[in-house]
């Protein structure tokens, strides 16, 4: 559990020094800029690669799994444990997919300064995140001894 907390602490630096200085706009991948254009199929091939194959949600996957399988549930904690965290892992595209499916002429306003919000500061949030992540498991891990 140590050595995971120390590479999402070291992730957390890395993505703290990518973020663009005050003033700059972050430069979006090209792949990003073209997500507008995709179709349904690579819509979902994208949505495989970044969910499955990302480095980042392979570790913050990585570490739910090692907090939840050393806290030494029953088999039927340890289910309602990983279903607990697929949802709240799913939610935040869950929502606004939904959202915009029931309220699309409602939402188009909303979702797009959300878009541009989290295109700003994604090297922020996720420096956040991962160092929380971090603490977290360096401190279980702490604890274990």
């Known amino acids: 559990?140590?050595?995971?907390?120390?590479?999402?602490?070291?992730?957390?630096?890395?993505?703290?020094?990518?973020?663009?200085?005050?003033?700059?706009?972050?430069?979006?991948?090209?792949?990003?800029?073209?997500?507008?254009?995709?179709?349904?199929?690579?819509?979902?091939?994208?949505?495989?690669?970044?969910?499955?194959?990302?480095?980042?949600?392979?570790?913050?996957?990585?570490?739910?799994g090692v907090a939840i399988g050393s806290a030494g549930l029953e088999v039927g904690a340890a289910?309602?444990?990983?279903?607990?965290?697929?949802v709240i892992a799913a939610i935040t595209v869950i929502v606004p997919v939904v959202g915009y499916l029931v309220a699309a002429t409602r939402l188009t306003a909303a979702l797009t300064a959300l878009r541009t919000w989290l295109q700003r500061e994604n090297a922020v949030i996720m420096a956040i995140l991962l160092l929380v992540l971090g603490v977290t498991l360096i401190g279980k891990g702490v604890g274990s001894f």
């Open 1 to 64: 559990m140590l050595w995971l907390g120390v590479l999402l602490m070291l992730l957390a630096v890395r993505s703290w020094r990518q973020r663009p200085p005050p003033g700059e706009e972050a430069a979006l991948p090209p792949w990003m800029k073209a997500i507008d254009s995709f179709t349904f199929a690579r819509a979902v091939g994208l949505a495989f690669v970044l969910a499955g194959v990302n480095p980042k949600n392979l570790l913050l996957g990585a570490a739910a």
């Open 79 to 86: 289910v309602t444990a990983v279903a607990v965290y697929t």
